[in-house]
């Protein structure tokens, strides 16, 4: 298998790390296959859209999701490191509120699956970060919702030592009470 998958406290979501082929010329990994990801992971996914952020150390973005065409994402990093967050949005879910975090570099390779229900957030722990991730469903900026990165209800323990940098939109997220839910 080209995967390896690691679950977490919450069963949904995902740790995949690829099989890496190294020497002293480089590496060689391959970052995605469908039919490998549907056969590790159980699941019968469709990516419509890719997106590459970069961004400076420090940068905090999310937390995101869309409330209507909600989107599953494949994270990764290319550049630089990350501390990335998956948090339960579905209201019926036994982990609604809770959080997965795992940093993602350009060292582990390590992948993220977040399922579609989830809120999504990164803050960028390198000089810079080149963040790239597939999603199931595309962009709608009409349902983009935000939840406040720092919200006490849900408590992600962020790295220490970083006063995180945030968008106007990131700045005016509300709190999980707030935010709409999803109904499972």
Known sequence: MPYTVTLTHIPDVLILEPKVFGDSRGFFFESFNQQDFNQVTGLDVNFVQDNHSRSAKGVLRGLHYQIKQPQGKLVRVVRGAV???????????????????????????????????FAHGFVVLSETADFLYKTTDYYAPAHERCIAWDDPVIGINWPQGLTPQLSVKDQTGLTLTEAGFFAR
């Not at 570099?105 to 992948?111: I, R, V, Y």
């Open 83 to 117: 501390f990335d967050v998956a948090v339960d949005l579905r209201k019926s879910s036994a982990t609604f509120g809770q959080w997965v975090g795992v940093e993602l570099t350009e060292d582990n390779h390590k992948q993220l699956w977040v399922p579609p229900g």
